[in-house]
């Protein structure tokens, strides 16, 4: 006995990986639909050896399906999700529309997978951002050893957090400097993102801040504990798929690195790469297409008392995104829906 499993959204860069995973980790699927737009209905997109053809959100009715993973916009989502969520399929949305619903989980399984059982509110559980997902993975396990005051966080988020679009642009940009003639002016981005940095991602709030920086700290305090403060200051780079980040840390109690290094390397969906040589450390390009949040640099910071710095990456469009809503099935599955 499986699931009847709804993808919402299949042909996005989450969307395929969310079928890619479901298919890798052999979820129990007893029966799965693939939901596009209209304009891309009967698009074909694989789920493992198979192939299916994606149908018509507008026309689909989801009486009867187990579970739907939303990977579409908010604006979408707000249309389809209750709909989904009142015809008795529980929805795991990826978009930002739910994350700060008190009525809402918000729910990363390495950190607060209990969450989920409050999913029966509005039949929602929602996906943190990518940049917030990997970053409490690693937090988490050294806040149970020694409470976490404060987090200072630096991101550098590759273009596929941006969707295709971004990626072709970076592409064609990083083209045309070489190519006479054929320059490609910014369109997804304000400014030139080829051999660049830009520290501006989602809008800019009143205080300066932007909104991806704005959801790290709100997430954080959602997921992990009220009292972290933090701050963040998230970057886009020049990088396909991979975000990485900067991470200071300043604990309530003393933890010395070795220790914060062994809590790591047992913590779940952590692999440690810490070696002070060339090469020994985590790179976007090392973790695409894998499910581990990397964690490398870990050093202190004797500027401030019980002070740690690390480096951590990991696959956005897989734990920050679809590995982690497929994860959520998987404990919704086994605490909530028991089949068989
Ligand atoms: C980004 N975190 O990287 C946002 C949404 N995926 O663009």
């Known amino acids: 006995m499986g699931y009847k499993i709804v993808v919402v959204g299949a042909t996005g860069n989450v969307g395929h990986e969310m079928l890619n995973i479901l298919a890798e980790r052999e979820f129990p699927v007893e029966e799965i639909a693939v939901l596009a ?15 299916l053809k994606c149908q018509d959100l507008e026309q689909f009715d989801f009486t009867g399906w187990d579970m739907a993973l939303f990977a579409i916009g908010s604006d979408a989502t707000k249309k389809f999700a209750p709909i989904a969520a009142k015809a008795g399929c529980v929805v795991i949305d990826n978009s930002s529309l739910y994350r700060y619903d008190p009525d809402v989980p918000l729910v990363v399984p390495e950190v607060n997978a209990e969450a989920v059982d409050g999913y029966t509110k509005k039949n929602i559980i929602a996906n943190p951002n990518c940049s917030t997902a990997q970053m409490v993975v690693a937090l988490k396990p050294l806040h149970d050893r020694a409470r976490i005051k404060r987090v200072v966080v630096s991101t550098y988020q590759s273009v596929s957090g941006s969707g295709k679009e971004a990626m072709d642009e970076l592409w064609n ?72 980040e900067a991470i200071n840390i300043e604990f309530e109690d003393f933890l010395d690195e070795d220790e914060a290094r062994d809590i ?4 779940p ?3 440690v790469v810490d070696k002070r040589e060339d090469g020994g450390y985590i790179t976007p390009v090392d973790s695409v297409g894998e499910y581990a949040t990397y964690i490398s640099r870990i050093r202190p910071d004797s500027t401030i008392e019980n002070g740690l710095n690390i480096w951590c990456v990991s ?26």
């Open 37 to 51: 737009s209209r304009r891309s209905q009967g698009t074909e997109v694989s789920f493992g050896e198979r192939t």
């Open 173 to 244: 940009q990083t083209k045309g400097m070489f190519v006479p003639g054929q320059e490609v002016a910014p369109s997804v981005y304000p400014k030139q993102i080829a051999f660049n940095v830009i520290p501006h991602i989602d809008v800019f709030m009143d205080d300066g801040s932007t909104k991806e920086e704005w959801k790290m700290v709100a997430e954080t305090k959602k997921i992990m504990d009220p009292k972290i403060r933090l701050t963040a200051t998230c970057v886009r780079v020049p990088v396909f798929v991979g975000h990485s």
């Open 264 to 267: 790591l390397r047992e913590a």
């Open 269 to 271: 969906g952590i692999l």
């Open 315 to 340: 696959d956005n469009l897989r734990k920050g995104a679809a590995l982690n809503a497929v994860q959520i099935a998987e404990v919704l599955g086994q605490r909530c829906l028991k089949k068989g």
